[in-house]
């Protein structure tokens, strides 16, 4: 939910990396995120501002291997194999 606001999050972590995540979430609220405080300091704390594409989250594999049908290490490397693709 919050990868849309990654711009702001990383531009505003680089100018004072100190900066209450509350502050954070009032700003990102005024360009429309709607999600909770919890998922934005958890996507903070798992370094995904920071990271240059979003996270491969278990929930991805496992939707990735009911859809496909595949074993789940050929889903995690069919999904890995897209990402670098991506770049």
């Known amino acids: 939910m919050a990868d849309p606001y990654r711009d702001h999050l ?4 680089a100018e004072d990396p100190a900066v ?9 609220r005024e360009l429309g995120y ?3 405080m919890n998922l934005l300091y958890r996507y903070i ?10 996270h491969l ?4 594999v496992t939707l990735c291997r009911s859809k496909i049908g595949f074993s789940a290490l050929a889903c995690v490397f069919w999904t890995l194999r897209r990402l670098a693709c991506t770049r």
């Open 10 to 13: 990383r531009a505003r972590r």
């Open 45 to 54: 704390t798992q370094g995904r501002v920071e990271a240059g594409r979003p």
């Open 20 to 28: 209450p995540v509350q502050r954070l979430l009032c700003e990102i």
């Open 34 to 36: 709607t999600g909770s």
């Open 57 to 60: 989250s278990p929930r991805r």
